[in-house]
Structure formats: C-alpha cells, structure tokens
C-alpha cells in the first residue's frame, strides 16, 4: 500500500507549498513568500472580506452603544451576513469577536483595519498553524506551534499591514496581491523543495 500524503489530506490545497518547504528543512524566514501567497490567493478566490462595510458599521454602532451586544451579534449570525465558503465563515467569526471586544469597551482604532487584520489572523490558523501539529508531530508541543507561529507572523508583519492596507481600500479583492518580503536571508525554495528527505 502506498504511503498517504499526509500534507495533501490535512493542509487546504494552495496552503501545502509552505508545508513542504517545512518538511523539506525551511525556517520561518523562508516560508513567509508562500504563505502570503498562500493567503492573497485565498482572499481573492472569497471575493475579499464579504460585507465588510456592514460588519464595520455594526462594530461602531455597538461602541457608540447604538446596539446591544446579543442585537450585533445576532445580525452577525443571521442571513443578512452568510457568506458562501469557509472564509465567509471566518470572516462572521473575526467580526463577531470585535463586537465582543467593542461592548467591553477594549475596541480602539480604526475598526475597518481590525476587522481585516483579524481576518487574516483567523485564515492564517484555520489554513496552516492549526493543521501543523497533525502533519508535522514534532511541532505538536503548543509551546513550539506558538514559537513558529509568532516568528512567522514577525517575519511578515509589515507585508501583512501592507495586504491589510489593500484590503480595506479594496473589500472585494480584485487588486489584491501578497506584498513583498524584505527577508534578511535569501529564500532558497527551490533548493530546499528539490532538497532529498532523509
């Protein structure tokens, strides 16, 4: 019987080249060019952040306290807010938590930005932190999944704020693109993807 491909049945398809590069021996460093790839690729194929204007408006409406905390957070859970896809769901999910944080009163800045930059947070570990520990076992300690998780995202802080930045002029991603990497190393994807496993 044939090995199984443990990365092509637990990883999304378009999120496995990081993975194999994982595999292949890669660091946090060389891995960050895929996964903004990996989720410029995504956002577009959802058409964006689905109703983004109306989840922003429900988030201000409820810190002004205009709107209750079970008012928002029912509008969130209904129709008028389902988006097709899983994304669509991770994007109720992201607004959801604002509303929460908004009632208690710890939502600060621009709530168009958190929105999004919580959009991405989600996408990031539904995809690719939380599929880790079951294709790679050695990274199944949380305190090591964290410590690849936070190099990852300090890898790509600043492209990220760069992709949120075009989001929230451009909800429906049709410009949408994964911005450079600055990386302090060369990336050697392609040697490491061509690298024999021992």
Not at 15 to 22: D, G, Q, Y
Not at 163 to 185: H, K, Q, T
Request: charged fraction near 25%.
């Amino acid at each position: 019987m044939p090995d199984l491909d443990i990365i092509a049945i637990n990883v999304p398809r378009g999120w496995r080249r990081p993975c194999r590069l994982l595999e292949a021996g890669a660091d946090h460093r060389e891995i960050a060019r895929p996964l903004l790839g990996a989720l410029s690729a995504a956002v577009r194929a959802a058409n964006g952040f689905p109703h983004l204007e109306r989840s922003r408006n429900l988030i201000e409406a409820v810190r002004a306290g205009n709107l209750t905390l079970f008012e928002a957070l029912s509008t969130v859970r209904s129709r008028d807010l389902l988006a097709p896809g899983y994304l669509g769901f991770l994007a109720q999910k992201a607004t959801g938590e604002l509303i929460v944080a908004a009632s208690s009163g710890r939502m600060q800045g621009d709530v168009t930005r958190a929105l999004v930059e919580r959009y991405f947070e989600k996408v990031l570990d539904a995809c690719f932190f939380s599929r880790l520990p079951i294709v790679f076992p050695r990274l199944a300690s949380p305190a090591e999944l964290d410590r690849l998780r936070d190099r990852c995202r300090q890898e790509v802080g600043e492209p990220l704020a760069r992709m949120a930045e075009m989001l929230c002029n451009d909800p429906g991603a049709n410009r949408f693109r994964a911005a450079p990497v600055r990386s302090r190393i060369r990336h050697a994807t392609k040697e490491l993807l061509e690298r024999p496993l021992l």
